[in-house]
């Protein structure tokens, strides 16, 4: 269904049963909802009304066209908006990638709209910040974001029929390549990804304190990009029940290789309230 809010016209997907505990699912880049496709079956199954949002710049309707629009304030006032076009005063909210960054910040700034937060692979920014000053190791795996944010880089992501983005999406399964077709069709949606990276600034998380909602912080051993220390760390940061799960020999794209794993922790936060 189409969403109207703050101006734009957002899509969000939903289902499960009409009466059932709303859960809104915030995706990362370079995918869009799909990417919970293997997910949402389950937490159908187990009485959950599921909202998968197509954030801004995946939307067509919300797609504007400077880097400034693409701010993280940005894109969690998107979602406070969205939750009050569906007539939601809170929910439970799930974000994997930048969706887990977009969760972080509605639970630190506005947690009487967030009943639980399940953040997936992106731990808490802080926690990030600090494994990036103590281990060298974590700071060379964020080489990528520097990449991202450079003018140059929607020629290179999109060369070759996307093989770069193709190549990062493959140890997530099959369904990467419908992701960068989705891309190339629309490089206009390609630059917005890119923007959210362009526009992020250490200033914008400097207010994300202490988490006060029943959390979880879902951490795959192959992920790429966010270390150890990080994903320990993020614990110092949730003044509430708090939950780490690792996940072994599982890559960063956690909804889709993981699917029913990701249900579980999913369900068990819910159900622990």
């Given amino acids: 269904m189409e969403v109207s809010a703050r101006g734009f016209t957002f899509d969000v997907y939903e289902g499960g049963p009409a009466d059932g505990e709303p859960v809104l699912l915030l995706h990362g880049f370079p995918q869009d909802h799909r990417e919970f496709d293997l997910l949402t079956p389950h937490l159908h199954s187990q009485g959950l009304r599921t909202y998968a949002l197509d ?14 629009d693409y701010r993280i304030s940005e894109i969690v006032a998107d979602a ?6 569906l007539g939601l005063e809170s929910a439970h909210v ?3 990638d930048w969706g887990a960054q977009v969760g972080w910040l509605l639970a630190a700034l506005h947690p009487e709209r967030v009943r639980t937060l399940t953040a997936v692979s992106v731990p ?9 000053r103590v281990k060298p190791t974590q700071k060379a795996r964020m080489a990528y974001f520097r990449a991202f944010q450079s003018s140059r880089s929607e020629r290179l992501l999109s060369a070759g029929g996307g093989a770069a983005l193709k ?13 960068v077709d989705a891309m190339l069709a ?9 923007n959210w990276y362009r526009a992020l600034t250490g200033d914008q998380l400097k207010n994300v304190g202490m988490i006060t ?31 780490l799960v690792a996940m072994r020999g599982i890559s960063h794209w956690v909804p889709e290789q993981a699917p029913q794993s990701l249900a579980d922790a999913v369900i068990a936060r819910i159900r622990k309230v």
């Fill in 55 to 68: 954030q801004r710049g995946t939307t067509p309707g919300a797609r504007p066209p400077a880097v400034g």
């Fill in 80 to 85: 406070l908006a969205v939750l009050d076009a």
């Fill in 94 to 96: 799930v974000g994997h």
């Fill in 124 to 132: 808490h920014p802080k926690a990030l910040l600090l494994a990036m």
């Fill in 167 to 179: 190549a990062m999406l493959r140890p997530g399964g099959p369904r990467g390549p419908m992701y």
């Fill in 186 to 194: 629309e490089p206009e949606r390609l630059t917005a990804g890119l």
């Fill in 213 to 243: 909602v029943p959390t979880t912080f879902v951490w795959s051993d192959r992920d790429g990009v966010v270390s150890r220390l990080a994903a320990l760390r993020t614990r110092d940061w949730v003044e509430a029940d708090y939950q």
